[in-house]
DNA sequence: TTCTTTGTTCCGGA
DNA sequence: GTCCGGAACAAAGA
């Protein structure tokens, strides 16, 4: 699942690669991922140059020149593959074979200059492709509402204090809204609120200046971590193209349901509950 | 067939 | 009026 970390390190692969070309061909192969694709939208970036890769929360903004800017979510499922053409050689940070069965998902297939094509693959069709003018980019409708940078500065005590005040919402409700803080999804939260030793059901009111402080730090830890991790693991994926298996991560929490939990000494099972539809694990005794 | 997954929106209840 | 959270929706695979 692409969360910031993910779209981060995408976004350098991007950024290493394709910074510089022009797009020359653009195949659109459906006719719809989470929004219907207009065609004719895309007819407008052919021959332009890419000139910036930039991430927004989990939004990728890929500008060309003459004003017009790919805004890209990758969803669910999405990926980017960067493909050299004849040598078959993979060049982005996620496993791609161009024989494999995950063919039939490549929905977008852009041919750039210097034999690059550059493919979006998307298995449930949550991600989305935009072609916008990049002057609109701030009043854009997904973008306009989100709140600060988790890795920003703007991302304080301070904010989450005044934020909370008259609130009770959950915190780990409050963690994945947008509006609050952009970028964090609910992999990086279950896992924050465990480190942080939070249980994800605490009203927002009820969380004290020492644990906001330590929610906030981990937030900037645990993304930092991450994305340094798919850095070094991209590495070695292209030192080794064809080996599969590339892109593990290792989760406290998540998903560990009925599994123990890591800390030492501490025997305690991870538990799954739903939390706004979302599914939430904990560890009983290590999170109060 | 049913369940799972995310981000967002809608709507009912407190 | 405001706040909160459950339900629903998109698509496809297991």
Redesign the pocket.
């Known amino acids: 699942?692409?969360?910031?970390p993910e779209v981060e390190v995408v976004k350098k692969s991007l950024e290493n690669n394709i910074t510089n070309l022009v797009f020359k061909k653009i195949m659109i192969n459906?006719s719809?991922?989470?929004y219907i694709i207009n065609k004719n939208d895309f007819r407008g970036i052919i021959n332009k140059k890419i000139i910036s890769i930039k991430r927004r929360?989990?939004?990728l903004l890929i500008s060309t020149e003459g004003g017009l800017t790919i805004l890209a979510?990758l969803?669910?499922?999405g990926k980017f593959f960067i493909v050299k053409k004849n040598k078959m050689k993979i060049k982005t940070s996620f496993y791609y074979n161009l024989e494999s069965?995950d063919d039939?998902?490549n929905h977008i297939i852009f041919n750039l200059t210097n034999n690059i094509i550059l493919i979006y693959n998307?298995?449930?069709?949550?991600g989305f492709i935009k072609i916008l003018s990049s002057s609109s980019i701030e009043n854009n409708?997904?973008l306009k509402?989100?709140g600060p940078e988790p890795l920003s500065k703007k991302f304080n005590s301070k904010y989450f204090k005044d934020y909370s005040k008259?609130?009770?919402?959950?915190i780990k409700?409050?963690l994945?809204?947008?509006?609050f803080v952009?970028?964090?999804?609910?992999?990086y939260?279950n896992e924050i609120l465990y480190i942080s030793h939070i249980k994800p059901?605490r009203?927002?009111?009820k969380i004290n200046n020492l644990e906001i402080k330590k929610i906030i730090k981990n937030t900037k830890k645990i993304l930092v971590k991450s994305i340094k991790k798919g850095g070094s693991s991209i590495k070695d994926f292209i030192d080794s193209a064809g080996k599969e298996g590339s892109f593990q991560q290792n989760f406290y929490v998540?998903?560990r349901e009925g599994k123990k939990c890591l800390k030492i000494d501490c025997k305690t099972k991870i538990k799954?509950y739903?939390?706004?539809?979302?599914?939430t694990f904990f560890c009983k005794s290590c999170q109060k």
């Open positions: 699942m692409p969360e910031l459906t719809k991922l989470r929360s989990k939004y979510h969803g669910m499922t069965k039939k998902h998307d298995v449930r069709k949550f409708i997904h509402t989100l008259n609130k009770r919402k959950k409700s409050v994945m809204d947008q509006k952009a970028g964090l999804g609910n992999i939260v059901n009203s927002i009111n998540y998903a799954k739903f939390i706004a539809n979302r599914s």
